[in-house]
């Protein structure tokens, strides 16, 4: 099986930006790939993965890398004919693209291929509409369905399930659910919640693409507004907009490149996909299903991760995922969390990238974001955030709502070439 390579990454900055279009967010951050790839234009390039959940509700419900990308291609910077294919998969979409991008190069029916990601969440004028934004990652041809599930699952964790509205959204209550739950099953706390929460904004704080760039004090982040309990607003990730692109190359590709751009490139060890279901609340999650496959096609362990970047819509997910992908032992999220073992510096570094809930979570470019900092990690350019010697990176992305599972979760794994 021949090697694949990451030969670029670029991301814009995230966050609330109404005078930009989502072709503007397009040129932005394909334009930068170019330039961290080397490639005077795409000219290389011989398919296209375009990442995006909700354009209809901004007026394109269909062909959006064709419209998005008609400028590029009449301007000579992105070729003609070049097919494009647009993915959705909820908040998954940006690892879903790369996931397409690297099976064209794995397979060899591409030998450049490009996977990008741009969202547009802020609706400023119309904040009921910006919410709605989010309700197509559950299941709305039978909302009964999961009525019942999360009833049900109320009455045996104790904990009835009331859409509170106090500013999230459905995803915010159920995850709190889970939260509660591990509290009472396992000894977790709030302030350990708050802890992971205060390490990832101080992760945030130095990353410069980050929507947001200050530290959150341990008590800040306990007595700030409450979401849903344990969760408060520090512990959630924010409404924002976004864009974030790679470029992957083949080995024959990749040995014709000049050594600048090969010194910086990285390998991709695995990339796997799963399906969740309506599972028990005391079942691993997909995630721990789509990292065991991962693990086994790269031929590594957990220990084996340098540092990751998991898909913290709360900060119940940097409790939850390192269980999940085997970091640490089921019930010890919290503990590992506390012990400082998911800091820059830690035995297993968590979102130096300063994660959703501090660098944001345009959804469709959420996972490729994953990717870029991963990438920066590994060629030793992350600046302040850099975790020494890192080789080997995991990005855990999913997407959509199956109960208190996600509907489908990718992992991807990375490693320094």
Known sequence: ??????????????????????KDLTREVYTALLADSGLDDGERIDSSWFGNVKMEMFKQPNIRGQVCFSELVAEGLFPQYVPMINVEGACATGSLAFHGAWKDVLSGTADVSLAIGVEKTFIPDDPKRQYEL???????????????Y???????????????GAGGTLNMDTYAMQAAYHMAKYGTTQRQFAIAASKTHYNGSLNP?????????????????????????????????GAAAAVLCSKRVFD???????????????????????????????????????????????????????????????????????FCEF?????????GGSAIGGRT?????????????????????????????????????????????????????????????????????
């Open 134 to 148: 989010f309700t197509g990652g559950l299941d709305q041809m039978d909302p009964e369905v999961w009525h019942e």
């Open 1 to 22: 099986m021949d090697d694949v390579y990451v030969i670029g990454t670029a991301c814009t900055a995230f966050g609330k930006f109404p005078n930009k279009s989502f």
């Open 349 to 417: 570094p968590i979102n130096t990238s300063g994660g959703l809930i501090s660098k944001g979570h345009p959804v469709g470019a959420t996972g490729l974001s994953m990717v870029h900092e991963i990438t920066a990690q590994l060629r030793g350019e992350a600046g302040p955030r850099q975790v020494k010697d890192a080789d080997i990176g995991l990005a855990e992305n999913a997407g959509g709502t199956m109960g208190f599972d996600d509907a489908i979760c990718a992992i991807t794994i990375l490693k320094r070439a």
């Open 209 to 241: 693409l980050a929507q947001y760039q200050f530290e959150v004090s341990v008590d800040k982040a306990m007595t700030d507004r409450e979401i849903s309990f344990p969760l408060t607003r520090s512990m959630c990730a924010p409404i924002g907009d």
């Open 256 to 326: 014709t490149l000049p050594a600048a751009v090969r010194e910086r490139a990285v390998k991709v060890r695995a990339s796997s996909l799963a399906n969740g279901k309506y599972r028990d609340i005391d079942e691993p999650g997909v995630s721990h299903v789509a990292a065991r496959h991962a693990y086994a096609f790269a031929g590594i362990e957990p220990g084996d991760i340098d540092l990751a970047e998991v898909h913290d819509a709360t900060t119940y997910g940097e409790i939850y995922q390192p269980e999940m992908l085997g």
């Open 331 to 339: 019930g010890e999220g919290g503990r590992f969390a506390e012990s």
């Open 150 to 164: 999360f009833r049900k699952a109320g009455e045996k964790i104790d904990r009835p399930f009331v859409l509170n």
